[in-house]
Nanobody, 126 residues
Framework: QVQLVESGGGLVQAGASLRLSCAAS????????MGWFRQAPGKERQFVAT????????SYADSVKGRFTISRDNAKNTVYLQMSNLKPEDTAVYYC???????????????????WGQGTQVTVSS
């Protein structure tokens, strides 16, 4: 079972930037698409971004398009989420996840992901 550990969250002011990291265990990191999701209090888990195994294909939620960038370094078994121009509505716990099936190019559906990190809190003040 892969282990995913997120880091990089924090408290920032609106307009600031943060970079989240997610380190994965195991030797098959580059077989799997990865994704970032977020969950605000009282709300359902929401898709943020996804990236293919090679990193060549990415997809974003409309709410973050143009502000967030997902990337990965397969040599380091790490996926990143660069967040810029943060807004108070971005406040949430952010989770990284790995798809269930190898060679998916990515997904926005939480049900397609079988491994999840513990989450990292991002709080954006106005």
């Amino acid at each position: 079972q892969v282990q995913l550990v997120e880091s990089g969250g924090g408290l920032v002011q609106a307009g600031a930037s943060l970079r989240l990291s997610c380190a994965a265990s195991g030797r098959t990191f580059d077989w799997y698409a990865m994704g970032w999701f977020r969950q605000a209090p009282g709300k359902e888990r929401q898709f943020v971004a996804t990236i293919s195994p090679s990193g060549g294909t990415t997809s974003y939620a409309d709410s973050v398009k143009g502000r967030f960038t997902i990337s990965r370094d397969n040599a380091k078994n790490t996926v990143y989420l660069q967040m810029s121009n943060l807004k108070p509505e971005d406040t949430a716990v952010y989770y990284c996840a790995r798809v269930l099936n190898a060679y998916y190019i990515g997904s926005a559906n939480p049900s397609d992901f079988g491994s999840w990190g513990q989450g990292t809190q991002v709080t954006v003040s106005s």
